[in-house]
C-alpha cells in the first residue's frame, strides 16, 4: 500500500494561487490514480482533481481552468497548482491513491481510494 503526504497549504488572499504536493513511498507509485478531494467543516468530502497512470487528467467543474493536477514519476509526487484562488475554496485538501486503473466516473468517488494521506488546510480570505 502506498503511504502518502500532503505539503504546501496556507493561507492566501482571493485572486492568489498555491501549489499543494503529494509525496508518495513505494517502488510502483507510476501505477497509481492519484485523486485530490477537498472538505470543508460540516460538509461532505468533494472530489477536485485526479490523474491517471498514463497521465490523462480529471477537474471538478467548480475547479475547471483555474486548478491544475500533474505527476514526476520519478520523484513519486504529485501536484496540485491552484490559481484563482477564492473564499469557496478553502478547506482540508487530501492526496489519495488507487491502484491500477480505473473509470472516470469512479475516479470522482472518495469510497474507491484505498490509500489517503493526513491533510493540508488551504483558507482563502476575501
Known amino acids: 500500500q502506498v503511504q502518502l503526504v500532503e505539503s504546501g497549504g496556507g493561507l492566501v488572499q482571493a485572486g492568489g494561487s498555491l501549489r499543494l504536493s503529494c509525496a508518495a513511498s513505494?517502488?510502483?507509485?507510476?501505477?497509481?490514480?492519484i485523486g485530490w478531494f477537498r472538505q470543508a467543516p460540516g460538509k461532505e468530502r468533494d472530489f477536485v482533481a485526479a490523474i491517471t497512470t498514463d497521465g490523462n487528467t480529471n477537474y471538478a467543474d467548480s475547479v475547471k481552468g483555474r486548478f491544475t493536477i500533474s505527476r514526476d514519476n520519478a520523484k513519486n509526487t504529485v501536484s496540485l497548482q491552484m490559481n484563482s484562488l477564492k473564499p469557496e475554496d478553502t478547506a482540508v485538501y487530501y492526496c489519495a491513491a488507487r491502484f491500477g486503473g480505473m473509470p472516470g466516473a469512479i475516479m470522482t468517488v472518495a469510497r474507491f481510494f484505498s490509500s489517503w494521506g493526513q491533510g493540508t488546510q488551504v483558507t482563502v480570505s476575501s
Open positions: 513505494g517502488r510502483t507509485f507510476s501505477n497509481y490514480v
